[in-house]
C-alpha cells in the first residue's frame, strides 16, 4: 500500500500559538505520519502554548489518529520579525516575555535546530499584519511594511537560516491565501501584498535552494477557515459560507484536510514538486461564476 512515511524524519512547525489553527493541524499530521516534530512559537504566546501541551487532561485537539497524544519534540521561542539579536529594540529584548528566553531570532531558532540534530522538513505557518482591519487605502507605510516583514520576509529568512542546517533533500512549506491575487475585502493591511510576496518569492525560491541544496519549496492556499486569526480579521463566518456555497465541493475545509496535503508534500511521494501553489479549498478557486438554480 502506498503511504505517507515520514518515519525518522524532523519537522518544524513555525507559527504554532494554539490548538485551533493550520499550523497545529500539520504538526499532528505530520506526526501521524510517523515525524518527530517541534514547533516554534511567538514569545507572548509561549507560556499559554507549553501549559496547554503539558495538562494532564487531553483534549480532542491533542488527540492524534491512533488515540495517543501528540508530544512534541521542542518548543521554541521564535519571533519572526528579527534574524539576529542585535536587530531587536531594546524594549523587546528587557520585556518580561522575552528576557529570559535566550536567542529567539531566525539565528537562535537555527542554532537550536542544529544542536538538536538538524532538520528535514519545515513549514512556515506564520502572517501578522497591526493594521489588518484597515483598508489599502487607508494602511500606513510602516502597517504595510511590517505585514510584508513578519508575513513574507520571515520566509525567506527561515530559508536563509535553516536551508543549511536541514539534511538534503528537505521541504519547506508556506501557507498562502486566495487573497494573494484576488480581492477580499476585509484582509486589508497590506496582508494580500504579503501573500502575492510570499508566493513570488516562494518560486525564486524554489529555483535557488534546489540548486544550492536540493531543497524544495512549496505552498498550500487553504480556503477560508474559522481560525482564531481569521476570527481576528473579519466576517470569517460569512466568508466560509459564501465560499461554500460556490465551491465544487459543498462542505467547508477542514485544519486536518490542510494537514494531511502538507504531510503529502513534506513525503517523498512529492519529491517531484516544487515552486507550486496547491489550492486546499473544496475547488473554489477554480470557480469563475457560482451555478445558478
Excluded: C
Excluded at 539565528?107 to 522538513?121: R, Y
Amino acid at each position: 500500500m502506498l503511504a505517507i512515511d515520514l518515519t525518522g524524519k524532523h519537522a518544524l512547525v513555525a507559527g504554532v500559538g494554539d490548538e485551533r489553527g493550520f499550523g497545529f493541524a500539520i504538526a499532528k499530521a505530520l506526526a501521524d505520519a510517523g515525524a518527530i516534530v517541534s514547533v516554534a512559537t511567538w514569545p507572548p504566546l509561549l507560556k499559554l502554548f507549553t501549559m496547554m501541551m503539558a495538562r494532564e487532561q487531553v483534549g480532542p485537539a491533542l488527540l492524534r489518529r491512533d488515540g495517543t497524544k501528540l508530544e512534541l519534540a521542542a518548543i521554541y521561542p521564535y519571533d519572526a520579525d528579527y534574524d539576529r539579536l542585535e536587530d531587536v529594540p531594546a524594549e523587546v529584548a528587557n520585556h518580561r516575555r522575552y528576557k529570559d528566553l535566550g536567542d529567539f531570532t531566525s539565528t537562535g531558532l537555527a542554532a537550536a535546530v542544529a544542536a538538536n540534530g538538524g532538520i528535514d522538513i519545515v513549514v512556515h505557518s506564520l502572517a501578522n499584519a497591526p493594521e489588518v482591519r484597515n483598508p489599502l487605502l487607508e494602511t500606513s507605510r510602516s502597517g504595510y511594511l511590517t505585514a510584508v516583514s513578519t508575513s513574507a520576509y520571515s520566509h525567506v529568512s527561515l530559508l536563509q537560516h535553516l536551508g543549511p542546517v536541514m539534511r538534503p533533500n528537505g521541504s519547506f512549506i508556506a501557507l498562502s491565501y486566495m487573497a494573494s491575487n484576488r480581492v477580499v475585502p476585509g484582509y486589508g493591511g497590506g496582508m494580500s501584498s504579503a501573500k502575492a510576496s510570499l508566493e513570488s518569492d516562494a518560486r525564486v525560491l524554489a529555483y535557488e535552494a534546489g540548486r544550492r541544496w536540493g531543497h524544495r519549496v512549496n505552498l498550500l492556499s487553504p480556503g477560508a477557515y474559522k481560525s482564531r486569526a481569521a476570527e481576528a480579521i473579519g466576517p470569517i463566518d460569512a466568508m466560509i459560507e459564501y465560499t461554500t456555497q460556490i465551491a465544487p465541493l459543498q462542505d467547508p475545509i477542514t485544519a486536518d484536510e490542510v494537514g494531511v496535503a502538507a504531510a503529502f508534500l513534506s513525503s517523498p511521494l512529492a519529491s517531484g514538486i516544487t515552486g507550486t501553489v496547491i489550492e486546499v479549498d473544496k475547488g473554489y478557486s477554480a470557480m469563475g461564476l457560482t451555478a445558478v438554480g
